[in-house]
């Protein structure tokens, strides 16, 4: 049985708490009908964490994954990388995600362009 929906969210938003006048968050997420809730409670424990939210408005649970050192640089980053390489558009979202990672993880995306305008995420 496959994800109903998965993706890697890079946010950025402009923030005058942040030196660089912006936030950058990542995050991972995939939901699941509500009858398959199990399998969300099976890879909160095969990850070791995360957060289950149940979907206010459709009948849809989903797994929020966005710590950066706990959850996306040290668990989904080389699960995707490591073990099992992704196809099609969702090898392209997770390359971009990657890409913010390794700007977050030098502390470079508190000086790099990152906007959130209109358009796709820049990275220059």
Known sequence: MGAKHGCFYVKVRKSSSYRAGHQVQLLFQISQHLRDKQLIDILVKFFGSGRIEKDPRRPLVNLRLEKFYIDIDSKIIPFFFDKYLLQGS?????????KVASLMKNNSHLTSSLSNGAGPLSLS
């Open 90 to 98: 969702k090898l392209l979202d997770y390359r971009d995600f990657c």
